[in-house]
């Protein structure tokens, strides 16, 4: 994996380019906002769900140790393998093993963040294992060859016309159809087969419940019901802060989940495994991969709260108009800007200022994570460990001493209305202003608030507060 | 060796977590339990919440038994397989010997252990589906019983009241049939599972 940043700006510019493209993603990512919020306003319990689901996230992760081992203990005795993996690489190597042991070679999956997190594909394919994607969004960025754009719609990037030039490309499929439908039938039908005789099944999970030993898949495809049910053995990939204490405690969540993500009331497929099926075998695979680090860190950990609904996704204008591509990771939009730091603080450290800092994300997640704040402390620490480019940084400096210091920011104030006013464009407008590139700079005023103040209301409201106290 | 690669991940994992300084267990009780919103358990609201999830209605017509009402709307239907003992099919679930003969199946009748009206959502576990977990999914079409004495209002009703979350390893809440809409954001009914879902009280 390449160490350096990712050049977040230049990648989004890239994607921008192309009109039809750019305003599909904004559309796309709005109108799941809006359905999002139709949901919210027919439920006035919503903010309670919220609430209850931030607490029972909260107190879960404060007594991780002590539900983790419920949950081994509890699953294990219903017959399923619990294997734990302190990283991607152990993660993948236990799969390797699983799927040896049995003499396999093919994986039909489901979609999980988690394996890509793991880059499992990239590791198991060279020896010889198949991973064979089988969501419809996650297939599509498969044969493309690209991390998911986005955590619950991952090709949402591509138009029609992608899809059917790749789809033609693989499938012999016609490359000009241009209906939805009938490319969504072709992933069927060169699905089937591959489901129907893959020996192996794989899925991710949304939670653990530590009470009952389960865990929990929502979709919407059918693809995973169809994945881990048609092979005799399924190996399911969950992050150890998947858990919940109890059964009844889903309730919270499965409510709140796919209203968030897509605003329909719930996936069409909510899945409980609580042991293996008949004649079959089943693996848990927990996963830690930096969570327990993250967990350690005073202004981060809450991060683990999130369900990956995507919400702070698609609210995001800097997301909506960037893509997902553009973050160069498996976590895209703001929850990957403070996430994907704590992988790789150096490759990610362009993420944290992919924002306006306009505090929707926070608004509208589902388990009250405080995302805007999270993305202004990175910037500190990033800024602390020299992770920011040395223009940004300097300018910075010279800001934080301005701002410091009420009679220069005045004085720099009047000397910058001059400026607008009376600069050269070129002056203004260069590699020191990236912030220039797209916009234009404000109109200067004839004057400020300060001095308006200062001639209208100060003497007067000196006056006024003289009188009260009289 | 460091100690750390001596330990099992099991081990190290949770030494790791037992480590941390923050959060502080003290400080994040367990919030109890709660049901919240909405707890009407009425087939109308069942009926409203399904049609939203694209599931349809099999309202039976004067004097119809439900297999005449399944062939009524599948009427090039071949190979009808069934989980239920009131409709008699072309085959039954248990006959199903492999996948492949699932994958043929047109239309699959199954009986639901309760539905949520929340949702729209049908519960079917290895005892509804006698073991043939996949095979549900890979028909085309799905007809599924529901008593309207089976209804739990909302989600956290269904947590708490059902037992089979706590009895059945293999549990599926399917709320309309399979769908997608990764495409363009184009909402496709019928994605990998099945293409159609209907519910008949009975």
Partial sequence: MSNRPVPHAKLAAEFLKDEPHRHFHDERLWDMRQKRDEQMQIMPEWQALREQASRLKEHTLAHLPQYLEQFEENARRNGIHVHWARDGAEHNRIVETILKDHGHSSIIKSK???????????????????????????????????????????????????????????????????????????????????????????????????????????????????????????????????????????????????????????????????????????????????????????????????????????????????????????????IGAIIDPTFNARKFSTLPFASTMNGSCTNVCPVKIDIHDQLYKWRRVLAERHEIPFVKREIMKMAGRLLAQPTMYRLAISGTEVALKTMPRFVLYNYLNPWGRHRELPHPVKETFHSWYKKNRLNKAGAQHEETQA | MSEETMMSARDVIMQRLRAKKSPQEGAYPLPPVVTLGDQDASPERFEASLALMGGKMLPLQEDEEIEQA?????????????????????????????????????????????????????????????????????????????????????????????????????????????????????????????????????
């Avoid at chain 2, 959502?121 to 309207?148: N, P, R, T, Y």
């Avoid at chain 2, 706590?166 to 909402?187: C, F, N, W």
């Fill in chain 1, 112 to 334: 999980s963040m988690i394996t890509d997190e793991c880059e499992m594909r990239e590791y198991l394919e060279p020896k010889g294992i198949s991973v064979t994607e089988t969501d419809l969004g996650e297939r599509i960025q498969q044969l493309d060859n690209q991390l998911p754009s986005h955590v619950v719609v991952p090709a949402v990037q591509k138009l029609t016309t992608d899809v059917a030039k790749t789809f033609a490309k693989y499938y012999h499929t016609d490359p000009d159809i241009d209906d939805p439908h009938a490319l969504a039938e072709a992933q069927r039908n060169a699905a089937r087969p591959v489901l129907l005789s893959g020996d192996t099944g794989m899925t991710g999970g949304n939670f653990l419940v530590a009470e009952t030993g389960s865990f929990v898949v929502c979709t919407n495809e059918g693809n995973a019901d169809l994945s881990a049910n048609l092979p005799d053995l399924h190996i399911a990939t969950l992050g150890i802060e998947r858990l919940v204490p109890r059964m009844a405690d889903l309730g919270v969540f499965i409510r709140l989940l796919s209203r968030s993500a897509l605003g329909s009331p719930i996936t069409q497929y909510t899945t409980h495994f609580r042991k293996p099926k008949k004649g079959g075998e089943m693996h848990v695979i927990l996963v830690d991969n930096g969570r327990s680090e993250r967990l350690g860190m005073d202004d981060f950990w809450t991060s683990l709260k999130c369900i990956r609904c995507g919400a702070c996704m698609n609210t995001c204008p800097v997301y909506r108009r960037s893509g997902g591509q553009s973050y160069g990771s498996v976590y895209s939009g703001p």
């Fill in chain 2, 70 to 202: 399944i062939r009524r709307v599948f009427p090039e239907m071949r190979n009808l397989c069934t989980a239920v003992l009131e409709v008699k099919g072309t085959l039954r679930i248990e006959e199903l010997e492999t996948h492949e003969q699932a994958d043929k199946v047109d239309v699959m009748v199954v009986r639901a252990a309760f539905g949520v009206a929340e949702t729209g959502g049908i519960f079917l576990s290895e005892v509804e589906l006698k073991d043939h977990l996949a095979d549900v999914h890979l028909a085309q079409h799905l007809i599924v019983l529901l008593s309207k004495d089976e209804l739990v209002g909302n989600m956290h009703n269904a947590y708490q009241e059902r037992p089979e979350f706590r009895t059945a390893g293999y549990g599926v809440l399917m709320s309309g049939p399979s769908a997608t809409a990764d495409i363009q954001g184009v909402l496709i009914r019928g994605a990998q599972g099945v293409r159609s879902l209907s519910v008949i009280w009975a």
